[in-house]
Protein backbone atom coordinates (compact mmCIF):
# COMPACT_ATOMS: atom_id res chain seq x y z
CA UNK A 1 0.00 0.00 0.00
CA UNK A 2 2.78 2.03 0.71
CA UNK A 3 2.62 3.26 3.60
CA UNK A 4 5.92 2.77 5.89
CA UNK A 5 5.59 -0.92 8.33
CA UNK A 6 6.08 1.63 11.83
CA UNK A 7 2.51 3.30 10.81
CA UNK A 8 0.85 -0.26 9.88
CA UNK A 9 1.99 -1.37 12.91
CA UNK A 10 1.33 1.71 14.98
CA UNK A 11 -2.78 1.80 13.29
CA UNK A 12 -2.99 -2.09 14.10
CA UNK A 13 -1.95 -1.66 17.87
CA UNK A 14 -4.53 1.38 18.03
CA UNK A 15 -7.23 -1.08 16.14
CA UNK A 16 -6.58 -3.87 18.93
CA UNK A 17 -6.09 -1.60 21.98
CA UNK A 18 -9.36 0.37 20.89
CA UNK A 19 -11.04 -0.99 18.09
CA UNK A 20 -12.43 1.30 14.74
CA UNK A 21 -12.40 4.33 17.93
CA UNK A 22 -8.66 3.75 17.70
CA UNK A 23 -8.22 5.05 14.20
CA UNK A 24 -9.71 7.47 14.26
CA UNK A 25 -7.59 11.18 14.08
CA UNK A 26 -7.69 12.70 17.26
CA UNK A 27 -6.57 16.36 18.46
CA UNK A 28 -2.83 16.20 19.75
CA UNK A 29 -2.33 16.58 22.99
CA UNK A 30 -0.88 20.34 24.44
CA UNK A 31 2.91 18.89 25.11
CA UNK A 32 4.53 20.80 28.36
CA UNK A 33 7.84 21.98 27.08
CA UNK A 34 10.75 20.97 29.61
CA UNK A 35 12.63 24.20 29.81
CA UNK A 36 9.54 26.53 30.52
CA UNK A 37 8.83 27.80 33.71
CA UNK A 38 5.22 26.91 35.18
CA UNK A 39 3.04 29.69 36.38
CA UNK A 40 3.54 28.51 40.10
CA UNK A 41 7.38 29.34 39.28
CA UNK A 42 6.67 32.83 38.14
CA UNK A 43 4.75 33.80 40.90
CA UNK A 44 7.46 32.41 43.02
CA UNK A 45 9.86 34.49 41.48
CA UNK A 46 7.70 37.47 41.82
CA UNK A 47 6.86 37.07 45.27
CA UNK A 48 10.19 37.09 45.92
CA UNK A 49 11.33 40.26 43.98
CA UNK A 50 8.50 41.86 45.91
CA UNK A 51 10.11 40.56 49.25
CA UNK A 52 13.44 41.37 48.10
CA UNK A 53 13.17 44.67 46.24
CA UNK A 54 17.07 45.91 46.74
CA UNK A 55 18.02 42.56 45.08
CA UNK A 56 19.45 42.37 41.32
CA UNK A 57 18.11 39.28 39.25
CA UNK A 58 21.51 37.58 39.55
CA UNK A 59 20.86 37.66 43.67
CA UNK A 60 17.08 36.70 43.22
CA UNK A 61 18.01 33.72 40.92
CA UNK A 62 20.95 32.54 43.22
CA UNK A 63 18.12 32.89 46.15
CA UNK A 64 15.52 30.68 44.54
CA UNK A 65 18.10 27.90 43.49
CA UNK A 66 19.35 27.74 47.19
CA UNK A 67 16.01 27.99 48.61
CA UNK A 68 13.20 26.93 46.52
CA UNK A 69 12.78 23.83 44.87
CA UNK A 70 14.07 24.76 40.97
CA UNK A 71 16.58 26.45 39.80
CA UNK A 72 16.38 29.41 37.24
CA UNK A 73 18.60 31.40 35.22
CA UNK A 74 19.38 35.07 35.82
CA UNK A 75 18.03 36.03 32.52
CA UNK A 76 14.82 34.33 33.06
CA UNK A 77 14.28 36.37 36.20
CA UNK A 78 15.16 39.61 34.60
CA UNK A 79 12.74 38.90 31.55
CA UNK A 80 9.95 38.27 34.29
CA UNK A 81 10.69 41.42 36.11
CA UNK A 82 11.24 43.36 33.53
CA UNK A 83 7.49 41.66 32.09
CA UNK A 84 6.15 42.84 34.67
CA UNK A 85 7.35 46.33 35.39
CA UNK A 86 9.93 45.37 38.85
CA UNK A 87 13.16 46.77 36.73
CA UNK A 88 14.84 49.42 37.40
CA UNK A 89 16.24 51.22 34.17
CA UNK A 90 20.23 50.41 33.62
CA UNK A 91 22.07 53.77 34.42
CA UNK A 92 24.82 54.01 31.63
CA UNK A 93 27.58 56.15 31.93
CA UNK A 94 28.22 57.96 28.87
CA UNK A 95 31.65 59.76 28.29
CA UNK A 96 31.78 62.64 24.75
CA UNK A 97 33.80 61.20 21.76
CA UNK A 98 36.76 62.69 21.40
CA UNK A 99 37.88 64.56 17.77
CA UNK A 100 40.96 62.28 18.14
CA UNK A 101 43.05 59.76 19.22
CA UNK A 102 44.87 60.67 22.68
CA UNK A 103 47.38 57.85 21.49
CA UNK A 104 48.55 58.90 17.63
CA UNK A 105 48.92 55.08 15.99
CA UNK A 106 52.57 54.44 14.31
CA UNK A 107 52.41 50.83 13.15
CA UNK A 108 49.78 49.23 11.19
CA UNK A 109 48.57 47.12 14.10
CA UNK A 110 48.42 49.51 17.16
CA UNK A 111 45.11 50.42 16.50
CA UNK A 112 43.34 47.78 18.72
CA UNK A 113 46.03 47.57 21.34
CA UNK A 114 45.32 51.73 21.99
CA UNK A 115 41.36 51.16 22.02
CA UNK A 116 41.78 48.33 24.59
CA UNK A 117 44.60 50.37 26.29
CA UNK A 118 42.10 53.45 26.58
CA UNK A 119 39.69 51.65 28.67
CA UNK A 120 41.96 50.53 30.88
CA UNK A 121 42.72 53.62 31.56
Not at 47 to 64: G, N, V
Not at 98 to 121: N, P, S, Y
Request: charged share 25%; proline share 6%; with cysteine.
Amino acid sequence: MGIPRSTDYRWKARFQHSGIVGLQDKKPLPRTIWNRLTDQETLTILDLAHQFPDESPRELACRITDDACFSVSESSVYRILKRNGLTSPATVEQTPAAKEFHRKTTRVQEMWLTDFIGQIV
